[in-house]
């Protein structure tokens, strides 16, 4: 019994003990460690009081609108929103000028890089010309007498002769007269064989050959007609007397020309001659034969520019094997130039470049950052090669650019005033923008949707805006018609009809980044298109119309018209040999910057569906 009392104590004591132990744990716990775990929750809340004191809140549609907390844009009204970070994402170091943006907003917005590297260039000239017939070939059927021609064996122009056929029948009194002459002197060539040979020499200048001479003066037969023979075979490309056309002798009746070899004709700019010499093959081709290419070598250039078109004539020639080519039809050629004062550069494409009138532009894509970012560089361009630009400075060897999307990487640049096209010194834009007093909203039904938080790719337009920038087109194309007619008085009244559909363009059925675009774009619009209007001087109209082009481009690019299809042309000659574009309605170039003087000097750039 004691045995039992005394295990029955001690195990006792051994459960008072744990249980000490276990209320000991708890107490320390509640003073220690709920201290310690309010020290990081108030460290946690000073972090995000912090950053919310740091964070700069923006308008969207007014990018120079900065505030240190949410509200209202005092312009237009509209939610304040968080501006982003310049850093990355994992705490990367970002210069605070590069636009930074996700990958899906990459993918999105079909943002595309190539990492550019030097090479030997190549410059593709393109030319445009006809096919012409050889000069060399061609020869003027002159009458060798005067007098009434009586019967015309070739009627048209076009038709083919040959050599020593029969062209035309001469009534002539001349030609009779000296046939008299002829028989007498016969009849005294032993007193005066002299005369008699001067009569013959006489008869042998106006053509008559000494078989027809010899029986002259054996039938003693005499006609006052003589017959005209063609002195080339070939194709007839002038008519330019009747039958009963009277003639002196030495007046031209046709122009005959041999079409066995022809020319090609082109029309070389003169800043592209330095890279084309004499011996330089060449493809060409023509409307007339599609899917057929024609090759050859340069043969003669002409030493002289003419003074209107700027261009030198580059000679082809080539044997025309079965009459296919035909005067005068079009042919557009291509050649490929080694530029070896380039050798050794940087070539990119010209879709990287942006341009301003004044700076060449790219995007190149940062290094070594977790989140994309891309920061704008102002390049030096040399020459166009076609499709691409050679790069005199600006960007090295090895840098990756953005060689598509580069326009939306800008828009998103702008939104958040870093540097950009309009913004050189990468401070927020101090530009405000007239709303007519309305009220903007927060969102807008089936208008533009940003599909990235930098609102740099536009996905959806709403119907009504898209039908007013067609209506906007559609009077566009009126003034460039009265552009190709040269027309000032009538391009300024057709500007008055841009400048009433632009008005009445809702900018309300835009929101975001979108709305912001559209405002970017309408500035350089209205401006150039009020100039344009107010002024009766053709060449300064046309000055205007360069940069309205550019804007109102991009404007159809962003936003599309509605149920058109467009071609976005270029000429390299227009804007003082500076280049300048513009949109038409057709294929077929009809240059609004030169009119007839250069109706055809262009090019179609892009066709916009």
């Not at 460039?480 to 190709?484: C, D, I």
């Not at 300048?580 to 294929?587: D, G, R």
């Given at each position: 019994m004691k045995i039992n009392r005394f295990k029955n104590i001690h195990k006792n004591k051994n459960v008072r003990f744990a249980l000490i132990f276990v209320v000991g744990l708890l107490l320390g716990w509640l003073i220690f460690g709920n201290s310690s775990g309010n020290k990081l929750a108030h460290s946690e809340e000073e972090h995000i009081h912090a950053e919310a004191e740091n964070q700069v809140w923006t308008c969207s549609m007014h990018p120079q609108i900065r505030q240190d907390g949410p509200g209202k844009c005092p312009i237009c009204g509209?939610?304040?929103i968080p501006l982003k970070s310049s850093s990355g994402s994992g705490g990367e170091s970002v210069d605070p000028d590069a636009i930074m943006m996700s990958e899906e907003a990459i993918a999105l917005a079909n943002v595309q890089t190539t990492v550019v590297s030097r090479q030997n260039p190549i410059k593709e000239i393109q030319l445009y010309g006809t096919i012409q017939a050889?000069?060399?070939?061609?020869?003027?059927?002159?009458?060798?007498?005067?007098?009434r021609i009586e019967k015309l064996f070739v009627n048209f122009t076009g038709e083919s002769v040959r050599k020593g056929q029969t062209i035309a029948t001469i009534y002539s009194p001349d030609l009779l007269t000296a046939q008299q002459e002829l028989l007498e002197a016969a009849k005294m060539e032993n007193i005066s064989p002299g005369?008699?040979?001067a009569a013959r020499e006489k008869l042998r200048l106006w053509k008559l050959s000494d078989e027809q001479i010899n029986k002259i003066e054996t039938s003693k037969e005499i006609s006052p007609q003589v017959e005209i023979q063609s002195n080339t075979s070939g194709v007839v490309i002038s008519k330019n007397v009747n039958q009963g056309d009277y003639v002196n002798q030495g007046n031209v009746l046709f122009n005959i020309a041999d079409l066995s070899r022809?020319?090609?004709l082109f029309d070389a700019y003169e800043v592209d001659l330095p890279f084309l010499k004499v011996g330089d093959k060449l493809t060409y081709t023509l409307q007339a034969i599609p899917g057929k290419t024609f090759t050859g070598k340069i043969a003669f250039i002409n030493p002289i520019i003419d003074p209107v078109t700027r261009t030198a004539k580059v000679r082809v020639e080539t044997v025309n094997t079965g009459m296919q080519l035909k005067p005068e039809m079009y042919a557009n050629a291509t050649i490929d130039a080694p530029m070896n004062n380039y050798k050794d550069q940087i070539v990119i494409p010209k879709t990287a470049v942006l341009w301003t009138g004044k700076r060449s532009l790219v995007y190149i894509k940062q290094p070594h950052t977790e989140t994309p970012a891309f920061l704008m560089h102002e390049v030096e361009l040399g020459p166009s090669l076609g499709d691409s630009y050679v790069i005199m400075s600006g960007i090295n060897d090895g840098d990756e650019i953005v060689t598509h999307?580069?326009?939306?990487?800008?828009?998103?640049?702008?939104l958040?005033?870093?540097?950009?096209?309009?913004?050189?010194?990468?401070d927020p834009a101090m530009i405000s923008y007239d709303h007519g007093g309305m009220d903007m909203p927060t969102a807008v039904e089936g208008s533009i949707s940003s599909i990235s938080t930098s609102g740099v790719a536009l996905t959806k337009t709403a119907p009504a805006f898209k039908a007013q920038l067609t209506k906007v087109y559609k009077d566009y194309l009126d003034m460039?018609?009265?552009?190709?007619a040269t027309d000032a008085k009538k391009v300024a009244g057709e500007a008055k009809d841009v400048i009433t559909s632009l008005k009445a363009v809702d900018m309300a059925l835009l929101k975001g980044d979108a709305h912001m675009m559209w405002m970017d774009q309408l500035e350089t619009l209205n401006r150039t298109i009020n100039a344009i209007s107010k002024s009766n001087d053709i060449e300064k109209q046309r000055q205007e119309f360069v940069q309205f082009n550019l804007a109102f481009y991009k404007s159809v690019k962003m936003f599309g018209l509605e149920n058109v299809t467009t071609y976005y042309q270029f000429c390299p000659m227009a804007n003082n040999d500076k280049g300048?574009?513009?949109?038409?309605?057709?294929?077929e170039i009809r240059n609004p910057y030169f009119g007839d003087v250069m109706m055809s000097c262009g090019e179609t750039k892009e066709t916009i569906k």
């Open positions: 509209m939610d304040l050889d000069e060399r070939l061609s020869q003027s059927q002159a009458s060798h007498v005067s007098g005369l008699l040979q022809v020319w090609a999307g580069a326009f939306t990487v800008d828009a998103s640049a702008q958040e005033g870093k540097l950009s096209m309009m913004n050189r010194e990468g460039k018609n009265a552009f190709v300048a574009y513009w949109l038409s309605e057709i294929e």
